[in-house]
Antibody, heavy 120, light 110 residues
Framework: QEQLVQSGAEVKKPGASVKVSCQAS????????MHWVRQAPGQGLEWIGI????????TYAQQFQGRVAMTRDTSTGTLYMELSSLRSEDTAVYYC?????????????WGQGTLVTVSS | QSVLTQPPSASGTPGQRVTISCSGS????????VYWYQQFPGTAPKLLIY???QRPSGVPDRFSGSKSGTSASLAIRGLRSEDEADYYC???????????FGGGTKLTVL
């Protein structure tokens, strides 16, 4: 069964970094582009970026460039999203999501979300 | 401030038809596919419409999408209480070189 399972909640201090993981099962991993999206409390969805199937190409939203890094470990089927220089505004639920480019279905499978809280 | 503009709220009674709009520009909706997502509180979003008007397997045909120029719409006919959720549009923006979401519309079934 296709599934994306994310790591648990994190609490970080301002200025620190956080690394969120997303474990893909089944055929989810090897051939799909993967996105990261976040949602601040009570707010809408915000796209962070995308990584290609091979893990050698990424595109980040302008507001995160220089502060975010997306990687993927093909041997374990795990995605990572690291966000640095955290500030209180980064408090949000972070989601990984799959893109099935063959069918055109953008973000058709989502992880359960990881709450990242930034607080001093 | 979202690049795509959605009404913050919409409402309807059971059985009614409601539409949710998503307004953009030539650099996003005007030149790219539009997607719609449904989200219930505390859960991950769910893909409802892809490539402007296509429904993924399992999405009821009560949901339909359309696009015209730089705007798109999600229509829900035969409204049900379980449709009460937040709805988001999304597309690619050529100027920003990234995916963008609308601000979301909270649908209330009266």
């Amino acid at each position: 069964q296709e599934q994306l399972v994310q790591s648990g909640a994190e609490v970080k201090k301002p200025g620190a970094s956080v690394k969120v993981s997303c474990q893909a099962s089944g055929s989810m991993f090897t051939t799909y582009y993967m996105h990261w999206v976040r949602q601040a409390p009570g707010q809408g969805l915000e796209w962070i970026g995308i990584i290609n199937p091979g893990g050698d190409s990424t595109t980040y939203a302008q507001q995160f460039q220089g502060r975010v890094a997306m990687t993927r470990d093909t041997s374990t089927g795990t995605l990572y999203m690291e966000l640095s220089s955290l500030r209180s505004e980064d408090t949000a639920v972070y989601y990984c999501a799959r893109e099935d480019s063959s069918s055109g279905q953008l973000m058709d499978y989502w992880g359960q979300g990881t709450l990242v809280t930034v607080s001093s | 401030q979202s690049v795509l503009t959605q009404p913050p709220s919409a409402s309807g009674t059971p059985g009614q038809r409601v539409t949710i709009s998503c307004s953009g520009s030539s650099s996003n909706i005007g030149d790219n596919y539009v997607y719609w997502y449904q989200q219930f509180p505390g859960t991950a979003p769910k893909l409802l419409i892809y490539r402007n008007d296509q429904r993924p397997s399992g999405v009821p045909d009560r949901f339909s999408g359309s696009k015209s120029g730089t705007s798109a719409s999600l229509a829900i006919r035969g409204l049900r209480s379980e449709d009460e959720a937040d709805y988001y549009c999304a597309t690619w923006d050529d100027s920003l070189r990234g995916r963008v979401f609308g601000g979301g519309t909270k649908l209330t079934v009266l």
